[in-house]
Structure formats: structure tokens, C-alpha cells
């Protein structure tokens, strides 16, 4: 158990449709992150959230939508995706933003296939 | 731009030694991290150092040497549990953290 749960932990979607990716901790972190990890590539940083309020988005397509309704929870809305978003999407949490010392905890990912 | 370097790919042999190197250039420096990923998981916390020099963690250790950008990741008496991938990390001085690709290792009996 990692802390941070992932829901689903694998999803096949068609270019057409809408889906979401659920994230959930109960560490009382106060900052949650979305990922994008593709194979032999770095993570990137797509969305961060501080104390519910949006801080970051690396200049990602409009085609993700993020949602943090409270600290607990963090959703990522999709829609007309392309074949190159298939990749592991991962949710992260740490105390504060920027905090370096105790790093990120990480749930085990949505493996995303857009068919 | 800012950049983390770290092997592809290694291979070693269970009970053996392996080093992983990481070399980074960034803008400012809060701290690098070393994160353990099994195939399928979540990376997990392994190591943080913001100083110069060893931190020894049972059978890890990480070392830092802020002056010429490099840290390495050190596993001893290595078990077949051991495979997986380890992503080096660096906070910048914007607290962001840059991070590598990632070393894949591969363990033989």
C-alpha cells in the first residue's frame, strides 16, 4: 500500500471518447501532482496543485483537464485524446510544494492505450 | 536547459556490486533524490541527499558530489528483487524537480 491510490489501473480508450483518472490520499498531504511517464523518457510534470488551487500546468493540451475538488482528491478528465498520449499516468503527493526532504509518494499509475 | 543523465541500461549478478551513475546540470541546486520502479509500480523513495559526500542505507547507498553535478546509487549483495528501473532526480532552485529517464537493471542469477 503506497499511500496513493490510483483509479483505473489500466484503461483502453478510443480517440472519441471521455474518461477520467482518479487519485486519492490519505497522508494529509497538501500537494498533489500529475505525471506522464513514457518509455525511456524522463517523467513530466503535467498539472500540480497546492492546498486545492492549481500552481503548475507545463503547457499541457487542453485535451486533460485536472480537477481537486480537496486535498484528498485529484482527478484528470480526457478527452479526444490521440494515440501518442498512451503512456503510464502517475499521481504523486509530498507535504507541501516544493517540499525537497521526504519527497514525492507516488501511486502505481493508469496505464492509458488510445486506440 | 536543464538536463539528467544516467545509464540506459545494466546488468549485474546476484550477490555482486553495481553502481549507477547520475550527472545533472541544472539551474540551482535543493537536492537530488533516487527513486527505486518496479515494472508496473510505483517508484518508491530510496534516498535524498543535499550534502556532499555517503548516506549509507542498509544495503543502498547514494553519494553526492555537488561540485561536479554527480551522484551515484550504490547496491550491495544484490538480489534477484533487486530489477528494476532507478530514476535519479534533482530539485532546482524553483523546487522543481528535474528528472532523469531512469536505469533499467537487470539482475542474473
Known amino acids: 500500500e503506497t499511500g496513493v491510490t490510483q483509479t483505473p489501473r489500466h484503461l483502453v480508450m478510443g480517440m472519441t471518447n471521455k474518461k477520467s483518472l482518479k487519485c486519492e490520499q490519505h497522508?494529509?498531504?497538501?500537494?498533489m501532482y500529475w505525471y506522464k511517464q513514457s518509455a525511456k523518457k524522463p517523467l513530466e510534470l503535467m498539472f500540480v496543485y497546492n492546498f486545492k488551487e492549481q500552481t503548475e500546468n507545463n503547457s499541457v493540451p487542453s485535451r486533460f483537464s485536472p480537477e481537486c475538488p480537496n486535498s484528498s482528491h485529484l482527478f484528470l478528465h480526457l478527452h479526444t485524446l490521440q494515440p501518442e498520449d498512451s503512456a503510464l499516468y502517475l499521481c504523486?503527493?509530498?507535504?507541501?510544494?516544493?517540499?525537497?526532504?521526504?519527497?514525492?509518494?507516488f501511486g502505481s499509475g493508469t496505464r492509458l492505450t488510445v486506440v | 536547459g536543464q538536463n539528467i543523465d544516467q545509464p540506459t541500461e545494466m546488468t549485474a549478478t546476484e550477490g555482486a556490486i553495481v553502481q549507477i551513475n547520475c550527472t545533472y546540470q541544472?539551474?540551482?541546486?535543493?537536492?537530488l533524490f533516487w527513486y527505486q520502479q518496479h515494472a508496473g509500480e510505483a517508484p518508491t523513495f530510496l534516498s535524498y541527499n543535499v550534502l556532499d559526500g555517503l548516506e549509507e542505507k542498509g544495503r543502498f547507498s547514494s553519494f553526492l558530489s555537488r561540485s561536479k553535478g554527480y551522484s551515484y546509487l550504490l547496491l550491495k549483495e544484490l538480489q534477484m528483487k533487486d530489477s528494476a528501473s532507478y530514476l535519479c532526480?534533482?530539485?532546482?532552485?524553483?523546487?522543481?524537480?528535474?528528472w532523469g529517464a531512469g536505469t533499467k537493471l537487470i539482475i542474473k542469477p
Open positions: 541544472t539551474s540551482g541546486f535543493n537536492g
Open positions: 497522508l494529509g498531504h497538501n500537494a
Open positions: 504523486a503527493s509530498s507535504q507541501d510544494y516544493g517540499d525537497s526532504s521526504y519527497g514525492y509518494t
Open positions: 532526480a534533482v530539485t532546482d532552485s524553483n523546487y522543481q524537480l528535474i
